[in-house]
């Protein structure tokens, strides 16, 4: 395969905070509409004015186009990565608020989000992204990157059990899933799944203007782009989606 990399350049919320601001306007475009709806994301927002060095676009230095943007939080976690809490992405948001609002030092850089735009993708960009956050994270004095991964290709397979996805490899013995693999390839390595990463919940009219399906009946449905099936109750006018991501673990070294 030919690759047309590009070597962007990391601008940080600190460094220009409009750019990084208007190019957070764009990610809600590169997700299914269901996960822009978990109340805990919501929190995001406080990130950019609360921790500015952690939140970061790389631009394509030929254009100046905005290709990816990454999230990041640092916290503080005095037990194994082994122990990180089964409801990752929701637990490291909230918690990594919540020691910046109290103050213990963190020690850890949790990685939240990295989106790359468009058709940009395929050309080492996440890659250059996980790096970056790497950097950040050692410039800070920081002993690690942990990283509730979304295994994004898991959603071809709805029905297959987290802990079975993560162990499929490729021919070169790095993960199946591309998200995982990225991360591999620079050096982390998979701690566990953590099964209740996001919880998202909505009325059963939502849950359809959401996806743009019916539901009819009360069951578990395969909804585009969810990693496991939603859960609708229409007793309770209630859908469920408790999405799985994986635990992996970068150590930052001198």
Not at 64 to 85: F, H, K, M, T, Y
Not at 212 to 236: E, K, M, Q, W
Request: glycine share 8%; aromatic share 8%; net charge negative.
């Amino acid at each position: 395969m030919i690759r047309n990399d590009i070597r962007c350049r990391v601008v940080s919320c600190r460094d220009d905070r409009d750019l990084v601001l208007q190019s957070q306007k764009r990610v809600g475009g590169e997700w299914p509409e269901f996960m822009l709806h978990d109340p805990v994301a919501q929190r995001l927002a406080e990130c950019y004015e609360k921790l500015p060095d952690y939140q970061f676009v790389l631009v394509n230095p030929d254009g100046g186009e905005v290709v990816s943007i990454a999230n990041s939080i640092p916290l503080r976690w005095d037990a194994g990565p082994g122990d990180l809490p089964d409801n990752g992405w929701d637990w490291a948001l909230t918690k990594g608020l919540e020691d910046h609002a109290r103050g213990p030092r963190p020690n850890l850089l949790c990685a939240l989000q990295i989106v790359v735009f468009g058709d940009n993708r395929g050309k080492g960009i996440s890659r250059q992204a996980v790096k970056a956050m790497k950097a950040i994270g050692h410039a800070h004095g920081l002993s690690g990157l942990i990283a509730p991964v979304r295994p994004s290709l898991n959603s071809d397979y709805p029905d297959v059990p987290i802990d079975e996805y993560i162990t499929w490899t490729n021919d070169d013995g790095l993960p199946f899933d591309p998200w995982l693999r990225v991360h591999a390839r620079e050096g982390a390595r998979i701690i566990k799944p953590c099964p209740a990463a996001m919880r998202i919940t909505g009325t059963v009219a939502e849950w359809e203007s959401w996806t743009g399906l019916h539901f009819d009946t009360s069951g578990d449905y395969i909804v585009p782009g969810a990693l496991v099936r939603v859960c609708i109750d229409l007793d309770n006018d209630l859908g469920t989606y408790i999405e799985p991501n994986v635990w992996m673990y970068h150590p930052l070294e001198d």
